[in-house]
């Protein structure tokens, strides 16, 4: 079992969005490894990117050109324009030697799940010609299911935050980090001694963070945000991040019991990631809004933190919808520019006050 491996060195290949069929770069040989963008998004404009555009594509992009001597290529996703402009601009540099951006329906009907298999099965033969790998369906299976447990084991860590006295958020956000960033194989190994351990555990948790009980959702977050909620006095329960639980939240629970025998791998993997927990883009994304109610009581939540990046027209319509249909507990709406390194200190206040408002 070559590509399970926990030791073995792989070349890694760069990912930005959810979407990306992680199984089928392992299948490849190959390592999945996300960046969330390391930039500066307030850098000097560049000729082939504008100034005025999404600063978290900015920060991608700037971060993306650094790492142009340690991956072996970089695969995105057209969820929206901004990061179809990043996709071009990358092209137009040419630092990269395989570089692929997958086209991602809106819709899951039939329809759309043929077209993204089609998207998938062209994917997996580019990995194979450029990077002359010869890889199988049974090794595209063996990594199906090696990164369902994977999921699974994430999805019963955050289904524990529902009986925690105490919220663990912020190291939710660092575990599912840790899955995207390692191969299958290590994280495997690494999250099953984790919790065998009882260091995962939510009885583990600091017992002195005992603040409003919150929900961070909403676009790519500032990655600080997370951390200065619990240092401005709230407790992270739950996020509905695509960094986070987006990341881990897939319908295995409809997966056929005999997937060999009667599925084709592009089939399942195209209708599993199309009805995963949806981002804002979907046309699926108001049963999110639906389900946030139940997630509410489900996880005893006192208020909900929403951070949108500026001019992100669909996750601004998003939190504007879940501010009105979410009646149970207060929702506190955030716009801001995508920083890597820190939280725009202009926010600082109002997370605070909306923390104070709810002790």
């Given at each position: 079992?070559?590509?399970?491996?926990?030791?073995?060195?792989?070349?890694?290949?760069?990912?930005?969005?959810?979407?990306?069929?992680?199984?089928i770069?392992?299948?490849a040989?190959?390592?999945?490894?996300?960046?969330?963008?390391?930039?500066?998004?307030?850098?000097?404009?560049?000729?082939?990117?504008?100034?005025?555009?999404?600063?978290?594509?900015?920060?991608?992009?700037?971060?993306?050109?650094?790492l142009?001597?340690?991956?072996?290529g970089v695969?995105?996703?057209?969820?929206?324009?901004?990061?179809v402009h990043l996709?071009?601009?990358?092209?137009r540099?040419?630092?990269?030697?395989?570089?692929?951006?997958?086209?991602l329906?809106?819709?899951?009907?039939r329809?759309?799940?043929?077209?993204?298999?089609?998207?998938?099965?062209?994917?997996?033969r580019?990995?194979?010609?450029?990077?002359g790998?010869?890889?199988?369906?049974?090794?595209?299976?063996?990594?199906?299911n090696?990164y369902?447990?994977?999921?699974?084991?994430l999805?019963?860590?955050?289904?524990?935050?529902?009986k925690?006295?105490?919220g663990q958020?912020?190291?939710l956000?660092?575990?599912?980090?840790?899955f995207?960033?390692?191969?299958?194989?290590?994280?495997?190994?690494?999250?099953?001694?984790?919790?065998?351990?009882?260091?995962g555990?939510s009885?583990?948790?600091?017992?002195?963070?005992?603040?409003?009980?919150?929900?961070?959702?909403?676009?790519?977050v500032?990655?600080?945000?997370?951390?200065l909620?619990?240092?401005?006095?709230?407790?992270?329960?739950?996020?509905?991040l695509?960094?986070?639980?987006?990341a881990v939240?897939?319908?295995?629970?409809?997966?056929?019991?005999?997937?060999?025998?009667?599925?084709?791998?592009?089939?399942?993997?195209?209708?599993l990631?199309?009805?995963?927990?949806?981002?804002a883009?979907?046309?699926?994304?108001?049963?999110?809004l639906?389900?946030?109610?139940?997630t509410v009581?489900?996880?005893r939540?006192?208020?909900v933190?929403?951070?949108?990046?500026?001019?992100?027209?669909?996750?601004?319509?998003?939190?504007?919808?879940l501010?009105?249909?979410?009646?149970?507990?207060?929702?506190?709406?955030?716009?801001?520019?995508?920083?890597?390194?820190?939280?725009?200190?202009?926010?600082?206040?109002?997370?605070a006050?909306f923390?104070?408002?709810?002790?």
């Amino acid at each position: 079992m070559r590509h399970n491996s926990a030791t073995e060195e792989r070349p890694e290949l760069t990912w930005l969005c959810t979407y990306t069929p992680l199984e089928i770069i392992a299948s490849a040989g190959l390592c999945p490894r996300r960046f969330t963008g390391r930039g500066d998004s307030f850098a000097p404009p560049d000729p082939y990117l504008h100034s005025t555009l999404c600063s978290y594509a900015r920060s991608c992009y700037q971060g993306l050109l650094r790492l142009q001597n340690s991956s072996r290529g970089v695969v995105l996703v057209n969820s929206c324009h901004a990061m179809v402009h990043l996709f071009h601009a990358l092209e137009r540099k040419g630092v990269f030697s395989f570089l692929h951006l997958l086209d991602l329906p809106r819709e899951t009907s039939r329809r759309a799940r043929h077209r993204f298999s089609n998207q998938l099965r062209g994917f997996h033969r580019k990995l194979q010609d450029h990077f002359g790998i010869k890889d199988t369906q049974a090794d595209l299976w063996e990594q199906i299911n090696l990164y369902e447990e994977n999921r699974r084991l994430l999805q019963g860590v955050y289904e524990e935050q529902k009986k925690a006295a105490y919220g663990q958020g912020d190291r939710l956000l660092t575990l599912v980090e840790n899955f995207t960033t390692l191969s299958g194989g290590e994280f495997n190994k690494e999250a099953r001694g984790l919790w065998m351990s009882g260091t995962g555990s939510s009885h583990q948790t600091n017992l002195t963070r005992a603040g409003p009980r919150l929900l961070l959702t909403g676009s790519m977050v500032p990655r600080a945000l997370p951390a200065l909620i619990g240092e401005l006095g709230g407790t992270l329960v739950l996020d509905d991040l695509c960094r986070g639980r987006k990341a881990v939240f897939f319908p295995y629970e409809a997966r056929p019991e005999s997937e060999e025998e009667t599925e084709d791998p592009y089939d399942y993997l195209s209708a599993l990631y199309l009805n995963k927990t949806p981002c804002a883009r979907m046309s699926a994304a108001a049963r999110n809004l639906q389900e946030m109610k139940t997630t509410v009581r489900a996880y005893r939540l006192d208020g909900v933190i929403f951070f949108c990046l500026k001019f992100c027209d669909p996750w601004r319509y998003h939190g504007q919808l879940l501010k009105e249909q979410l009646q149970e507990v207060p929702v506190l709406f955030l716009e801001g520019e995508y920083a890597s390194a820190g939280v725009p200190s202009q926010l600082h206040t109002r997370i605070a006050a909306f923390i104070e408002m709810l002790s």
